[in-house]
T-cell receptor
Framework: KAGVTQTPRYLIKTRGQQVTLSCSPISGHRSVSWYQQTPGQGLQFLFEYFSETQRNKGNFPGRFSGRQFSNSRSEMNVSTLELGDSALYLC????????????FGPGTRLTVL | AQRVTQPEKLLSVFKGAPVELKCNYSYSGSPELFWYVQYSRQRLQLLLRHISRESIKGFTADLNKGETSFHLKKPFAQEEDSAMYYCALSSRTGANNLFFGTGTRLTVIP
């Protein structure tokens, strides 16, 4: 099976702009989780989608949002970008409804200038 | 609130020596605990999880609820074990939201 894919791999934006990142899970996986990785805060959970519904949400402001489509592909959106949003954004998919092995994508590197 | 602590940012051991990567957690409920590993230029991947009680690549980890620890151990380190290791906790069964520690970079010296 093909692994988790994320597009684009790299992005450069300026403050105030918005950005959309995409994640395609492993075929058959219905759960997609998103994480932010920064040198200062490490890996932090953003949210999880399962069968098109947001099931869990981390402690991030409302500027961070996401959605999941019927084919399990997921997008996350960050509006009104701030310098501190510069990070590696990882998505992970799982084939079970919870607490299962998560398979990570390569990440999208977002730089906010 | 849940918290995962990995006290060592860097750990170096010689090839063939035992290795132990420490992980302590705080969580009021019954946690699911994991070790994830990231080798150079590779994706983050699961190494092992406590409920499976498996030994993967010679690594084992025992959940000690009394000490709230989940240390990762291997009796004889190999050069290919050099990587970044993350301890992670899932807040409850049925949730795919992992809380990660800050990670330990293990270097195995030939």
């Amino acid at each position: 099976k093909a692994g988790v894919t994320q597009t684009p791999r790299y992005l450069i934006k300026t403050r105030g702009q918005q950005v959309t990142l995409s994640c395609s899970p492993i075929s058959g996986h219905r759960s997609v989780s998103w994480y932010q990785q920064t040198p200062g805060q490490g890996l932090q959970f953003l949210f999880e989608y399962f069968s098109e519904t947001q099931r869990n949400k981390g402690n991030f402001p409302g500027r961070f949002s996401g959605r999941q489509f019927s084919n399990s592909r997921s997008e996350m959106n960050v509006s009104t970008l701030e310098l501190g949003d510069s990070a590696l954004y990882l998505c992970a998919s799982s084939d079970a409804s919870g607490a299962d092995t998560q398979y990570f994508g390569p990440g999208t590197r977002l730089t906010v200038l | 609130a849940q918290r995962v602590t990995q006290p060592e940012k860097l750990l170096s051991v010689f090839k063939g020596a035992p290795v132990e990567l420490k992980c302590n957690y705080s969580y009021s409920g019954s946690p699911e605990l994991f070790w994830y590993v990231q080798y150079s230029r590779q994706r983050l991947q699961l190494l092992l999880r406590h409920i499976s009680r498996e030994s993967i690549k010679g690594f084992t980890a025992d959940l000690n609820k009394g000490e709230t620890s989940f240390h990762l151990k291997k009796p004889f380190a190999q050069e290919e074990d050099s990587a970044m290791y993350y301890c992670a906790l899932s807040s409850r069964t049925g949730a795919n939201n992992l809380f990660f520690g800050t990670g330990t970079r293990l270097t195995v010296i030939p």
